[in-house]
């Protein structure tokens, strides 16, 4: 039976999820087998297994650190968000379906069982496992049915460290405030307290620490200091977002409102001189060296979210001068054309009236009705808010679902048609790049490994102009390198892999091609293998919490785990 110990926040990125993965290097580094886990995870982030299985990059960086291959055992539910008010839930790394907010939080408690299984399993491979929550567990109004704070914790029997973020303000209250809602029970499990994200003298904070401690009777197991590391965390990305420094080599990452996968592009941060921004408007996309289109959990509506904001007009005129990369839901929004004749993306949209969702009829009057939307912030009055006859609205309501079917014109930026499919595509691959020409010619022939995950099929004109872009393992090509025979355009990139900058020098010789058109001088100091440098990062992460926590106090709490239901 393996020992646990849990990290919970105060809130979202207080810095859970690098918490987790140094305790994961340190206990490694110790001797002993290690896994992460976190029972459901909330991001538009992931990763395919080697079983082609789905589950958070968070998770998968946890593994790393821990040195254990990763495994949905590590993170049995996902949730991808689809809009503002539903997700795609994955279990087990498996699509369940999409779920309203509403029906899920009716649905989850019945995933217990799931999760249990997989912790059980997972502790036949572990000595340690390390368990991340999520938000935070003061959340009143969601701990009836909590599956992931201490609704978790009381179901493996786990101690937990509580982390706050002192580099937001206010620590104390978070700290303090969260203990007080807990109940005593809760509080009870409380066995240490974690100030992260420290920047000054600490000495100036010792009497803070030592009031935290009489308030509220737990001990203060550490002040971490805020690290300047380069590890993918999901935490992060408002950090990252934050970036509009210009380096001497710009890349510019269109910021989707439906991101995901981003950390395709974390290989090319750690380069000296280069800045990677995410950007979302024509003002701030500038005047970058390469433009990235990156992975959309709702490809269609990013389109349309380009076309009407002005960016989808501002890369095709960049696109003459720079190059232009897709990946994933990028790669299909560069193309003629994106169907969707399954409802894949537009699901919810088929399925809901054309008027107001979330609205309940106060009035049953024929053509006039008072509604009430709920909002996040709450409830909003529409009052005798007037609608057309009933058979005009159904007959709009037939012509928009008929609208909805038909395929959206792409940006026409290379020659693909893709088609959005109700299955989806979870597989590990390798392969190289085919024969490249013109700006990117040193990356021929290198190999890179990476994975696909996606609900379309893209089919591929090749010509004079247009080729493939790799060769994968399997035998499939992938993707397309557009470029006007002769000419001295950058080109047009697409590829469905995600990871596929991460291997070998591929990042540097990006890098160092754009630097050669742009005729500045441009040397990488760090070096070219990406997967080093990250196990240097998990190294100083461990370093870093072996020096600022107290270890002996945090290995004195682990505890057995002993499994309700």
Sequence with gaps: MAKVIMVQGTMSNAGKSLIVAGLCRIFAQDGYRVAPFKSQNMALNSYITEDGLEMGRAQVMQAEAAGVKPSVLMNPILLKPTNDVGS?????????????????????????????????????????????????????NLKSDDIVNMGLAKLVDAPVLLVGDIDRGGVFAQLLGTLMLLEEDEKARVKGLIINKFRGDKTILDPGVKMLEERGGVKVAGVVPYMHLSIEDEDSLSGQLDNHDVGVIDLAVIRFPRISNFTDFNVFERLEGVSVRYVSSVQELGQPDMIFLPGSKNTMGDLHWMRQNGLEAAVKKLAAHIPVWGICGGYQMLGRTISDPHGVENENSL?????????????????????????????????????????????????????????????????????????????QTRGKFENMTGIFSTLSGLEFSGYEIHMGKTTVSTGEHQTPLVQLADGRTDGVQRMEKGSEEPGVYGSYVHGIFDEGDIAVRIVQALADKKRVSWKPEAGGDYHAFKEQQYDKLAQGLREHLDMEYVYSILQESRISV
Excluded: W
Excluded at 116 to 132: H, N, P, T, Y
Excluded at 375 to 403: F, K, V
Excluded at 405 to 416: F, N
């Design 88 to 140: 795609q839930v994955i279990v087990k790394g498996e699509v369940l379906g999409n779920m309203r907010a509403r029906d899920y939080f009716a649905y989850k408690k019945k995933l217990i069982p799931t999760i249990c299984e997989a912790f059980s399993e997972l502790e036949k491979q572990a000595d340690i496992i390390v368990m991340e929550g999520a938000g935070s567990p003061a959340e009143i």
């Design 351 to 427: 399925r809901e009236p054309l008027y107001p969702a979330h609205c309940e009829a106060i009035s049953h009057e024929p053509d006039t009705i008072a509604v009430e939307r709920i909002r996040r912030d709450g409830a909003l009055p529409l009052r005798g808010m007037e609608l057309p006859p009933r058979e005009t609205r159904r007959q709009s309501h037939a012509a928009d679902e008929n609208s909805l079917r038909e395929p959206l014109r792409g940006m026409e930026l290379i020659d693909t048609d893709t088609t959005l499919m109700p299955e989806k595509m979870r597989t």
